[in-house]
């Protein structure tokens, strides 16, 4: 019985396809609107998006029962907006919204439209500053009720999710419910263990040795 937003406005520019060489030519911090082969598989599967829909608008009705009060939500990888787009449709007070992609923070304001983006607050992060919380005054603190992420949602301990979201945490208000709202709440991560190829191993242990290889 829950309406979904409307999505069209969540229009992408073309995928430019990887090259026969493999080269994608893709970096998330100035990719501008390319995205990522999977990003796509992730936004075409409308099951995976309406249940992602069907939380973000059952925490915020939570939350607004519970606390009194509609949520300041944090959209921590907000990518194309998409779990964004949720929370403002759901009611949320605000969103900040951040991503290591400028591209697509300076496009969120047009996906979203005029009547959804004076709630939204986009923000760049990255290197120097992976943390938007830290350019607030004391008096000025950036807080937030809720998070929602598809970093969670797509890798569970990849594109450094356990770096950022530690960050962002401390920022999270304290509720006199106790209550911790955050979407999704869980994320179960599955390893196989695998004998690698003799020149696979070579390769990793050469080149890629004691490198971090985010979600690779």
């Known amino acids: ?4 937003p409307d999505l069209g406005r969540l229009a992408l520019h073309p995928v430019k396809p990887t090259g026969v060489d493999g080269v994608c030519g893709y970096d998330p911090t100035v ?31 939570e939350f607004v029962a519970a ?14 907006g998409m779990l964004t787009l949720f929370a403002l449709a759901a009611g949320a007070e605000r969103v900040i919204s951040v991503d290591v992609n400028r591209g697509h923070i300076d496009k969120l304001p047009e996906r979203l439209g005029p009547e959804l983006a004076v709630r939204c607050t ?18 000025d603190e950036l807080k937030f009720d809720m998070l929602v992420s598809e970093i ?7 594109e450094c999710a356990s770096y950022y979201l530690a960050q962002y945490a401390q920022h999270m208000n304290v509720h006199p419910s106790g209550n911790v709202y ?18 696979v191993k070579q390769h990793v242990s050469a080149e890629y040795r004691l490198q971090y290889m985010g979600t690779d």
């Open 152 to 158: 969670l949602g797509s890798f569970a301990n990849g």
């Open 122 to 139: 986009p923000m760049h992060v990255g290197p120097p500053n992976p943390n938007p919380f830290v350019s607030a005054t004391e008096n």
């Open 1 to 4: 019985g829950m309406r979904l």
């Open 31 to 61: 990719a501008n609107n390319q995205l990522q082969g999977y990003f796509t598989d992730m936004l075409l599967d409308s099951d995976r998006n309406a249940r992602y829909a069907e939380a973000i608008f059952a925490a915020v009705s």
């Open 67 to 80: 606390e009194g009060r509609p949520p300041v939500v944090l959209d921590a990888g907000c990518g194309t």
């Open 182 to 199: 955050c979407v999704p709440r869980t994320t179960t991560q599955t390893f196989r263990k695998v004998d690698l190829p003799k020149e």
